[in-house]
């Protein structure tokens, strides 16, 4: 296992080697995954693998995305400083930490209490002190909070519910990966909020991640 003093190296290598070839260019979001300490937010005994370049099982069927395809989602979300995010399945709190980094707000929404709690940990440990942490159903989305300028899901889905797209202020974003029932092929999906009830779907590139826990495709355990 790497020790403390190592993890700057392999951060910067995994900036140079997995997320900059991938066509991420903006340095806000360079910086963030250079200076979040990703290793933080697995299992103490998955530290030595935290920067490798795939989804890391962080227990009960939830998983930290791998690097690259995070820094891709972040890049075409054009992140800007006074955004208002939510991030849907927070998971251990890695993706709203490097949020926190470029953007106002993170509301980081999260219904596994103890992955909550633990995320709040490492939260104020680091002084990632403009991230909300919620409990609720993530398929409820955070009404309460909205309307948010982004949002992200972090993870799979069969589709996206209406519900969460109406969270969205206008001129909206939202983030995630798709793959359909039935469909071998996932991608993450940019869907943006023209106006009430006006919604433009776009894919981005292919993209393949575990679907997030209650966003499967709703035939998926039908015998």
């Known amino acids: 296992m790497p020790n403390t003093q190592n993890f700057d190296q392999i951060r910067e290598n995994m900036v140079d080697c997995q997320i900059h070839p991938m066509g991420v260019f903006d340095e806000k979001i360079l910086d963030a995954f250079m200076t979040v300490p990703r290793e933080e937010f697995v299992p103490d005994n998955m530290r030595g693998i935290a920067y490798v370049d795939e ?3 962080i227990g009960n069927g939830r998983y930290l995305i791998e690097p690259s395809i995070i820094a891709r989602l972040m890049d075409k979300a054009a992140l800007k400083g006074d955004d208002v995010v939510l991030t849907i399945g927070s998971g251990s709190g890695y993706t709203a930490a490097l949020l ?28 990632f002190c403009n991230i909300v942490g919620i409990s609720g159903a993530l398929k409820e ?33 939202l983030l995630t990966v798709i793959r359909p029932s039935g469909s071998n092929t996932a991608q993450a ?35």
Do not use: M
């Not at 972090?154 to 206008?170: R, T, W």
């Not at 009430?196 to 998926?220: K, N, Q, W």
């Open 100 to 127: 926190s980094k470029i953007v106002s707000t993170v509301v980081s929404l999260e219904e596994d209490e103890n992955l909550l709690a633990k995320s709040q940990e490492i939260w104020d440990r680091y002084a």
């Open 141 to 173: 989305g955070a009404a309460k909070h909205a309307p948010y300028s982004l949002i992200i899901i972090n993870g799979c889905v069969a589709h996206v519910p209406q519900k969460i797209k109406d969270q969205l202020g206008e001129g909206g974003r």
């Open 55 to 57: 989804d890391i099982d």
């Open 189 to 223: 999906l940019l869907v943006e909020k023209i106006k009430e009830g006006v919604f433009s779907d776009r894919i981005l590139f292919d993209a393949s991640t575990p679907y997030l826990l209650g966003f499967e495709p709703e035939d998926r355990f039908k015998f």
